[in-house]
Each structure stands twice: as C-alpha cells, then as structure tokens.
C-alpha cells in the first residue's frame, strides 16, 4: 500500500519486546497519540527507536510501515530498513514509536516523469508516462490500483502516428468503469488516480 498522509508530533511508548505488535502507551506531554490521524487497518509510516533505563539510546532501531489495529496498537507491516536489517526483536526497556517520513515513503510521492516506445507494465509509483506509438499500437497497464490508493498517474501520446496508446486497467480492474482507455491522437492524455479499488478520470 501506498503511505496517503503525514502528522506532527504524533508519538508513543512500548515496553513490548520481540519483532510482533507494539502495545502502545498514552502519549507523553506535548505530542499526539498516533490514531489522532490514522484510522485503524491505514497505513502509516513509523519509526522505533529503543532507550535504556537512563534514556540513552540502545542502538536498536526499526524504519517501516504499519497500520493500527483495532486497540490502537502498531502492526509491523514492512521493514524499510533496521539496526538488524530486518524485523527487530526488541529488548529494550522503553520504546518510542513515532512517525517518520521514511526514504521509500517520500520517494512514492515524487512524480517520476520517462518516455517509452514499447508496452509497459507501470510500478506503484506516482508518475508521468509520454508513450511513442509510432513504432505500433502500445497498451500501458496500470499498477494494481490497491497498491496505490490516492496516486495519479498522467499518461501522453507524444508521436503523430495514428497507432493507438490504451490505457489498461490491471486485471480485471477498471477505468471509469471500462476496462481500458484508448488515446489514438498525438498530445492526446489521460490522467487518472486511484481509489484503492479502480482507477478513475481525473
């Protein structure tokens, strides 16, 4: 799934241990429990850093994405990366989990722009696609929408030929219902986002 919002000052404590769901704590003075702006089952991108009995850090970290449970507790979904390279079995006295705008998470906002000549199968990513058909007609099939709810997708014709651009759903998945779009003159686009179920028009 793709990361859909940010919060400030969203932070809590855990003293759970091992790689499974965090237990969290109220949240200390002056910052907000993470469900102030994430519902539950939403991903959210999370950091966990642990402390000793002094404070001081361990040196056992976690960056990843999650989601809450129905309690309000952190479900572990995706390490991006770790003091281990994994999942981290913690073991520290007291844990802060707070969110945190990771390198994967920021990178799924940037508007990738490529140029392509062939059919192409597009990955999860927010992006602009200028397609060349004049080598033949192309299909762009677009990425699972469940895997990118929220994410725009912009897709151009930029040659003169009279080869058609089709826009395809991924699967049995839809555009505006249908299940491809077709661009057939050239400057021709498309720009469509996902709901987390279809793709839609924009």
């Not at 009279?162 to 661009?183: I, K, M, P, R």
């Amino acid at each position: 799934m793709t990361i859909s919002r940010f919060g400030d000052r969203l932070l809590q404590t855990s003293t759970t241990t091992g790689t499974g769901t965090l237990t969290l704590a109220a949240a200390p003075l002056g910052f907000k429990a993470l469900s102030t702006v994430y519902a539950v089952s939403e991903d959210l991108p999370y950091a966990i850093e642990g402390v000793d009995a002094l404070g001081d850090l361990s040196g056992q970290w976690e960056v990843g994405r999650g989601h809450l449970d129905g309690s309000g507790n952190l479900v572990r979904d995706l390490v991006y990366s770790s003091s281990t390279g994994g999942f981290v079995s913690f073991s520290s006295t007291t844990l802060r989990v707070f969110v945190s705008s990771s390198a994967p998470a920021l990178n799924e906002w940037l508007n990738e722009i490529s140029t392509v000549a062939v059919s192409t199968a597009l990955t999860a990513r927010k992006q602009t696609v200028l397609v060349d058909a004049s080598g033949g007609a192309r299909v762009i099939t677009l990425p699972l929408a469940a895997s990118v709810p929220g994410v725009v997708i912009a897709v151009k014709k930029i040659d003169v030929s009279v080869n058609g651009v089709t826009v395809d759903g991924n699967g049995a998945e839809t555009v505006d219902g249908g299940a491809s779009q077709l661009l057939t003159a050239q400057w021709q686009s498309l720009s469509v986002q996902s709901n987390g179920t279809a793709w839609f028009i924009l």
